[in-house]
């Protein structure tokens, strides 16, 4: 082998060489890690539940009576104050024997009035008959010819009496079945839909309107029954719009249950809003976070490096080198922080614990201020 070939060799060998220790130095470097220390702070625990704003009370609005719509005067969505006309049935039907039941009653009075007239000359032609009778000047068959005429009349009036009762009474129904024609809001709210239009056939009863009184509305959410333990009435929340979510409002639960859903395992909570926001809108889309304790001036950390197994609670640390596992016990704790007991001050704590396992060669790196929530 020539000089020049063995002299390229050797720099092949050196470069092996060299990328070898290369290799073996990097994979004997410990990983790095970022290391946070407990700081004492306010931690709030959170139940964080979805569900909707809505009215406590919401009623399906229809017709005493079946007819034809003649007008509706309301849209979806608008605001509509106790006793406001919103449906109007056709009603010249009604109004038409209104009117032949008033042209009756008086007919039937005009009637009555004559024939009282009449009754009155009969029962006294009655009595001059009988007078004469007594006195013997006319014959019996005359005195009961009056008597007949009286009685006739007296029967006609009678007849006139009961056309007068039955055209009155036919009147007072059909006066009050004159406003069953116009349907009116039953209490203050918001339409939420309309399912009539004019010159639909209605019957009595149908559902032609759905108003909801926005003024007694609630935000109804549904959480996991395990949180039960720690729910109470009273407990404060925040809810907020995903739609509008720069403008949470306060709200205050006000019931619990009393069911719970065993299908699903949930269990539904009711709250109510000091000053709802104008922006609300029946059955919008909300997220409760009801605060269930709080913790001041607790040890905590970020939750990124609290694990659980099997019913307990852990953190990483790094001593010396190497990752240890370390016990805590949890005070509490939201999406954004934990509140720990059994947690020395000076415990440099991986922060983000999931990959990091127990016993591995680690460099601690302390996290950047600005990275801690």
Aim: positive net charge; proline residues 6%.
């Amino acid at each position: 082998m020539s000089w020049v070939r063995k002299l390229r060799l050797l720099v092949v060998l050196a470069l092996l060489a060299a990328g070898l220790f290369a290799a073996f130095h990097r994979l004997r470097q410990p990983t790095r890690v970022e290391v946070v220390r407990p700081v004492r702070r306010e931690v709030v625990e959170l139940i964080i539940a979805s569900g909707v704003y809505r009215a406590v009370r919401q009623s399906e609005v229809g017709a005493e009576v079946a007819g034809l719509v003649e007008s509706v005067s309301v849209r979806e969505g608008q605001s509509v104050t106790a006793g406001q006309p919103v449906i109007q049935l056709r009603r010249t039907d009604l109004e038409s024997q209104r009117e032949q039941f008033r042209t009756a009653i008086q007919t039937a009075r005009d009637d009555q009035a004559r024939l009282r007239i009449l009754l009155a000359e009969a029962e006294t032609q009655f009595k001059r008959s009988r007078t004469l009778f007594d006195q013997k000047t006319v014959a019996e068959a005359e005195l009961d010819s009056a008597r007949a005429a009286r009685d006739a009349a007296a029967a006609a009036v009678q007849t006139a009496a009961s056309r007068v009762r039955e055209a009155e009474a036919g009147l007072a129904a059909t006066e009050q079945l004159l406003p069953k024609r116009t349907v009116n809001a039953p209490f203050a709210g918001v339409v939420l839909r309309r399912k009539v239009e004019p010159g639909d056939s209605v019957t009595a009863g149908e559902g032609l309107l759905a108003i909801a009184e926005m003024t007694e509305a609630e935000v109804y959410v549904e959480t996991d029954e395990n949180n039960l333990s720690r729910l109470r009435v009273g407990q404060p929340a925040q809810i907020i719009a995903p739609a509008f979510p720069d403008r949470p409002f306060a709200a205050r639960l006000t019931q619990i249950g009393p069911n719970v859903d065993t299908e699903r395992g949930v269990v539904g909570l009711r709250l109510k809003a000091g000053s709802a926001p104008d922006f609300l809108l029946p059955n919008m889309t909300v997220d409760a976070n009801i605060e269930v304790a709080r913790h001041t001036d607790a040890p905590a950390l970020p939750i990124s490096a609290l694990l659980e197994q099997e019913g307990r609670s852990y953190l990483l640390t790094v001593r010396t080198g190497r990752v240890v596992r370390l016990p805590v016990r949890v005070l509490g704790k939201n999406p954004r922080w934990a509140a720990l007991a059994d947690v020395p001050a000076e415990a440099e704590v991986v922060r983000n614990a999931t990959g990091v396992k127990e016993g591995q060669s680690v460099e601690g790196v302390p996290s950047p201020p600005e990275k801690l929530p």
